[in-house]
């Protein structure tokens, strides 16, 4: 089941550094409580945060979000000067 698309900030959660740094996951910004996704679900980008389309989907036990593609950040467009 195919539901509702958003733009939303991911963020990198990553073990400290003395224990490697390595990401565990990402976390959905902007929420009204945290959610989640695991790294084999968020395609390879550079840096700590980075703004992704997401559409809600059923997944086998309850809803959850897949990433379909990295997109430009909303604030990018707001600088932009109207012509």
Known sequence: MKGAKTIAKLRRVRLSPKDGGDTLHFQIM???RPEY???SEVPPFEGEEAWFELERIRGPVWMTWKVLRQVESPEAGRG???S
């Open 30 to 32: 902007g929420r009204d």
């Open 80 to 82: 932009r000067a109207q």
């Open 37 to 39: 996704l695991s790294v």
